[in-house]
Antibody, heavy 123, light 113 residues
Framework: QEQLVESGGGVVQPGRSLRLSCAASGFTFSNYGMHWVRQAPGKGLEWVAV????????YYPDSVKGRFTISRDTSKNTLFLQMNSLRAEDTAVYYC????????????????WGQGTMVTVSP | DIVLTQSPDSLAVSLGERATINCKSS????????????LSWYQQKPGQPPKLLIYWVSTRESGVPDRFSGSGSGTDFTLTISSLQAEDVAVYYCQQYYNTLWTFGQGTKVEIK
């Protein structure tokens, strides 16, 4: 069964760093682009980062560019998000999600989601 | 950046009645070279991650009941629940991909009247 399991969340002070992990199973990890999406408490969804299936490209929205870095370890079927210079507004549940595919075409959307890991940035 | 605006923010519908959610994009999400509109819809229930319902505007994800349908083109898109069931109570999000950016609408809360 295709599954994503996040870990690494917690409480961290502003300006500090945190590294999230996402373990993938049940599918060929190296065939898929992977994303991080976050959701602040009681708020909507915000896309955070993407990494191509082969790691060749990475993209971020302006809200995290220069502070967050997405990476992947195909040998361990694991996705990472390194978060530096954390701010209070980064407080959210962080989901990893798979870029879906259909008949070889990318969906432009996310077909598998993890349960999320909570990150709280507080003094 | 493309902004997606959903309407209404919330709606209450009687069981068995139709629910309609709109999603308007600030610019077209159509990739003419791919003949694709990368517009998706998600359902999120409390305490759960989002679930993909619809992609490419109108293609239902495997296992999604056929009472859920998507339509639209260019900048205006719609998610329709043809006959609302109790288990459909949730927040629904539209989402687009264009030019290496992915964005979501603000969400629409669907409740039972």
């Amino acid at each position: 069964q295709e599954q994503l399991v996040e870990s690494g969340g917690g409480v961290v002070q502003p300006g500090r760093s945190l590294r999230l992990s996402c373990a993938a199973s049940g599918f060929t990890f190296s065939n898929y682009g992977m994303h991080w999406v976050r959701q602040a408490p009681g708020k909507g969804l915000e896309w955070v980062a993407v990494i191509w299936y082969d790691g060749s490209n990475k993209y971020y929205p302006d809200s995290v560019k220069g502070r967050f870095t997405i990476s992947r370890d195909t040998s361990k079927n694991t996705l990472f998000l390194q978060m530096n210079s954390l701010r209070a507004e980064d407080t959210a549940v962080y989901y990893c999600a798979r870029e879906g595919r259909d008949s070889g075409w990318y969906l432009g959307g996310f077909d598998i989601w993890g349960q999320g890991t909570m990150v709280t940035v507080s003094p | 950046d493309i902004v997606l605006t959903q309407s209404p923010d919330s709606l209450a519908v009687s069981l068995g009645e139709r629910a309609t959610i709109n999603c308007k994009s600030s610019q077209s999400v159509s990739y003419s070279s791919h003949n694709k509109n990368f517009l998706s819809w998600y359902q999120q229930k409390p305490g759960q991650p989002p679930k993909l319902l619809i992609y490419w505007v109108s293609t239902r994800e495997s296992g999604v009941p056929d009472r859920f349908s998507g339509s639209g083109s260019g900048t205006d898109f719609t998610l329709t629940i043809s006959s609302l069931q109790a288990e459909d109570v949730a927040v629904y999000y539209c989402q687009q991909y264009y030019n290496t950016l992915w964005t979501f609408g603000q969400g629409t809360k669907v409740e039972i009247k």
